[in-house]
C-alpha cells in the first residue's frame, strides 16, 4: 500500500513499524495534517498485532499489580473503539468462576466491582453473580463450584483493526510502504536521513523531521543497528501463545479462568465453530520472527482447559496455534505476568537535533492513547501537530 512517491521535500514524520501502534501513530498525525511515512519490513499486523487474544479490555488482572491509571485508561478505551467501529468490535461477557483456594471470592467481587466502575461504564452490561448449577454457562463445565460472576469486555478482530487504521491513514495522505525494509536511519541537524530496500531490491531515501520507532519486539534493535542510539528504556520481550480447538461450548459468552499457578487463561468462542484458548507468558530469546507456540505451551493450555471443561482437551485436538512475542516495558519484575502492559515513550531530541521516539510497551486496547501521547511528546518539534 502507497499513497505518495519518495519527495525531495522533506517528510515531517517517518515511522518505522506497521503494527497498531505505528498505524495508530501515522492515522492521528496524518488527520492533523502532517506529512507521513510509514514503512514496514513485512505485512501490516504481520507480527505481534495479529498474535493477540483479540480482546479490548481493561485487564482485569493488571488491578492485582496495581496498575489502575492503565486499567482505567483502557476500560475508557473499550467503549471509544466499540463506538467507533461496532462492525470489528463487539461486545462480550465473560464467565468467571470461583475456584476455593485460588482468589478468594471477596476478592474476585471487588476486583469486578473497580472494573466495573473505574473506566466510567456506559453502555457495556455490568457484573453480575451466576449460580452454575442452574445457569447455561455451567453445563460444559466440570463439576464443582457453583458460584460464579459475569462481566464485560469487548473482542476485537485485531489484524483488521490495524488494516483499518493504515487505510485512513493513507487516506489522509500518509504514505504506507509494506514489504519496505528500513536498513538505516542517520540524523544531521534538524532531519532524519531513512534509507529503505523493497522486497524487490530497490533501495529508497526519504527524509523526515522526526522519526518514530515503533518496531515492536525489534524496537531496541532498531535503536542500536539502524539509528544508532541505545534507548533509556529497556525491553523485555514476552511470548504469548495460543490454541485453537472445536467448540467446547455452543453458547456465546466466554471463560475467565483461574490456574493452579495463579495465573489466568481465557476460553472464547471463536469463528463460530471454535474456541480460542490462551494465553502463555514467559520470557522469549531469539528472533521475534521465528516465534511458535512450542508442545510445552500447547500442553500448559491444554491441561489448563481440561482442569475446568467437562470435555478433555488433547494435543491432538489443536486445530491450529499461534504465538507472539510482547515487546513490553522492562521494569524489573521477576515472572514475564506480571511485567507491566503499559508503555513507555523515549524520546531522544537533543537541542536542535531532529527526535527520535521509541516505543516500549503498550496493548491494543490503548494504541489510540498511545498515539496521542506520542504526538504530543513530539509536537514542542514538530509545529505542525499543535
Given at each position: 500500500m502507497?499513497a505518495?512517491?519518495?519527495?525531495?521535500d522533506?517528510?515531517?514524520?517517518?515511522?518505522?513499524g506497521g503494527?497498531v501502534?505505528g498505524?495508530?501513530?501515522?492515522?492521528?498525525a496524518?488527520?492533523?495534517?502532517?506529512?507521513?511515512v510509514?514503512?514496514?519490513?513485512g505485512?501490516?499486523a504481520?507480527?505481534?498485532?495479529?498474535?493477540?487474544?483479540?480482546?479490548i479490555?481493561?485487564?482485569?488482572?493488571?488491578?492485582?499489580?496495581?496498575?489502575?491509571?492503565?486499567?482505567r485508561?483502557a476500560l475508557?478505551?473499550?467503549?471509544?473503539?466499540w463506538?467507533?467501529?461496532?462492525?470489528i468490535?463487539?461486545?462480550?461477557?465473560?464467565?468467571?468462576?470461583?475456584t476455593?483456594?485460588r482468589?478468594?471470592?471477596?476478592l474476585?467481587r471487588?476486583?469486578?466491582?473497580l472494573?466495573?466502575?473505574?473506566?466510567?461504564?456506559?453502555?457495556l452490561?455490568p457484573t453480575r453473580?451466576?449460580n452454575?448449577?442452574?445457569?447455561?454457562?455451567?453445563a460444559?463445565?466440570r463439576?464443582?463450584?457453583?458460584?460464579?460472576?459475569?462481566?464485560s469486555?469487548?473482542?476485537v478482530?485485531?489484524a483488521?483493526?490495524?488494516?483499518?487504521?493504515?487505510?485512513?491513514?493513507?487516506?489522509r495522505g500518509?504514505?504506507?510502504r509494506?514489504?519496505?525494509?528500513?536498513?538505516?536511519?542517520?540524523?544531521?541537524?534538524?532531519?532524519w536521513?531513512?534509507?529503505?530496500?523493497a522486497?524487490?531490491g530497490?533501495?529508497?531515501h526519504?527524509?523526515?523531521r522526526a522519526?518514530?520507532?515503533?518496531?515492536g519486539?525489534w524496537?531496541?534493535?532498531?535503536?542500536s543497528?539502524?539509528?544508532g542510539?541505545?534507548a533509556a528504556a529497556g525491553?523485555?520481550l514476552?511470548q504469548?501463545?495460543?490454541?485453537v480447538v472445536?467448540?467446547?461450548?455452543?453458547?456465546?459468552?466466554?471463560y475467565?479462568?483461574q490456574n493452579?499457578d495463579g495465573?489466568?487463561?481465557?476460553a472464547?468462542p471463536?469463528?463460530?465453530?471454535?474456541t480460542?484458548?490462551?494465553?502463555?507468558d514467559r520470557?522469549?530469546?531469539g528472533?521475534?520472527?521465528?516465534?511458535?507456540?512450542?508442545?510445552?505451551e500447547?500442553?500448559?493450555?491444554?491441561?489448563?482447559a481440561s482442569?475446568h471443561?467437562r470435555?478433555?482437551?488433547?494435543a491432538r485436538?489443536v486445530v491450529?496455534?499461534?504465538?507472539?512475542v510482547?515487546?513490553?516495558?522492562?521494569?524489573?519484575a521477576?515472572?514475564?505476568?506480571?511485567?507491566?502492559?503499559?508503555?513507555v515513550l523515549?524520546?531522544?531530541?537533543?537541542?536542535?537535533l531532529a527526535?527520535l521516539?521509541s516505543?516500549?510497551?503498550?496493548?491494543?486496547?490503548?494504541?489510540?492513547?498511545?498515539?496521542?501521547?506520542a504526538l504530543?511528546?513530539?509536537?514542542?518539534?514538530?509545529?505542525?501537530?499543535n
Amino acid at each position: 500500500m502507497t499513497a505518495a512517491a519518495d519527495s525531495p521535500d522533506a517528510y515531517d514524520l517517518a515511522i518505522i513499524g506497521g503494527g497498531v501502534n505505528g498505524c495508530g501513530i501515522a492515522r492521528d498525525a496524518a488527520g492533523r495534517g502532517a506529512r507521513v511515512v510509514l514503512f514496514e519490513q513485512g505485512d501490516l499486523a504481520g507480527a505481534t498485532s495479529s498474535a493477540s487474544t483479540k480482546l479490548i479490555h481493561g485487564g482485569l488482572r493488571y488491578l492485582e499489580h496495581g496498575s489502575f491509571r492503565l486499567v482505567r485508561e483502557a476500560l475508557v478505551e473499550r467503549e471509544i473503539l466499540w463506538g467507533m467501529a461496532p462492525h470489528i468490535v463487539r461486545p462480550l461477557r465473560f464467565v468467571l468462576p470461583h475456584t476455593p483456594g485460588r482468589r478468594p471470592a471477596w476478592l474476585l467481587r471487588l476486583g469486578l466491582f473497580l472494573y466495573d466502575h473505574l473506566g466510567g461504564r456506559r453502555h457495556l452490561p455490568p457484573t453480575r453473580s451466576l449460580n452454575l448449577a442452574r445457569d447455561p454457562a455451567g453445563a460444559p463445565l466440570r463439576d464443582g463450584p457453583s458460584r460464579a460472576f459475569a462481566y464485560s469486555d469487548c473482542w476485537v478482530d485485531d489484524a483488521r483493526l490495524v488494516v483499518l487504521n493504515a487505510v485512513d491513514a493513507a487516506e489522509r495522505g500518509a504514505a504506507i510502504r509494506t514489504r519496505t525494509k528500513v536498513v538505516q536511519a542517520r540524523r544531521s541537524e534538524d532531519l532524519w536521513t531513512v534509507a529503505t530496500r523493497a522486497a524487490d531490491g530497490a533501495i529508497g531515501h526519504v527524509r523526515a523531521r522526526a522519526l518514530v520507532n515503533a518496531a515492536g519486539p525489534w524496537v531496541a534493535d532498531v535503536s542500536s543497528r539502524i539509528t544508532g542510539r541505545n534507548a533509556a528504556a529497556g525491553i523485555r520481550l514476552v511470548q504469548g501463545s495460543h490454541i485453537v480447538v472445536p467448540a467446547l461450548f455452543t453458547h456465546d459468552q466466554s471463560y475467565l479462568f483461574q490456574n493452579r499457578d495463579g495465573r489466568i487463561v481465557f476460553a472464547i468462542p471463536y469463528e463460530g465453530a471454535f474456541t480460542l484458548i490462551g494465553t502463555t507468558d514467559r520470557d522469549y530469546v531469539g528472533d521475534p520472527a521465528a516465534v511458535r507456540a512450542g508442545p510445552e505451551e500447547v500442553a500448559y493450555l491444554c491441561a489448563a482447559a481440561s482442569e475446568h471443561f467437562r470435555a478433555p482437551v488433547r494435543a491432538r485436538d489443536v486445530v491450529w496455534s499461534f504465538s507472539g512475542v510482547r515487546p513490553l516495558h522492562d521494569d524489573g519484575a521477576g515472572a514475564a505476568q506480571a511485567a507491566t502492559r503499559d508503555y513507555v515513550l523515549d524520546l531522544d531530541a537533543p537541542d536542535g537535533l531532529a527526535p527520535l521516539l521509541s516505543i516500549f510497551g503498550g496493548k491494543i486496547t490503548t494504541y489510540r492513547r498511545l498515539a496521542e501521547h506520542a504526538l504530543a511528546r513530539l509536537a514542542p518539534h514538530l509545529p505542525c501537530l499543535n
